[in-house]
């Protein structure tokens, strides 16, 4: 395997530990060009490697930040003064 699948590899299995293995492999296998297995391990990838971590990093933080966004407007409702804007 290349460096950037092993890469994958691990980023993949580390985000199964803090998303859970459903969510992080759903959005790893969102990714086009990338194939991954129910361990989290590549099995292929298409196309430009540095690309598909790109997407898969995308795809990481954009979830990542949904769900802080969605406990900081749950927060708010407690703490109504807090602004957030």
Do not use: E, F, Q, Y
């Given at each position: 395997m290349s460096d950037y699948e092993n890469f994958i590899t691990e980023l993949v299995q580390k985000h199964k530990l803090v998303l859970?293995?459903?969510?992080?492999?759903?959005?790893?296998?969102?990714?086009?060009?990338l194939k991954v297995a129910d361990d989290g391990k590549v099995q292929r990838v298409f196309g430009d490697e540095a690309l598909v971590l790109k997407a898969l990093l995308n795809g990481y933080g954009s979830l990542v930040h949904q769900i802080s966004q969605k406990i900081a407007d749950d927060l708010q409702k407690k703490y109504p003064s807090v602004n957030l804007t």
């Open positions: 859970g293995p459903n969510i992080a492999l759903d959005t790893a296998r969102a990714v086009k060009g």
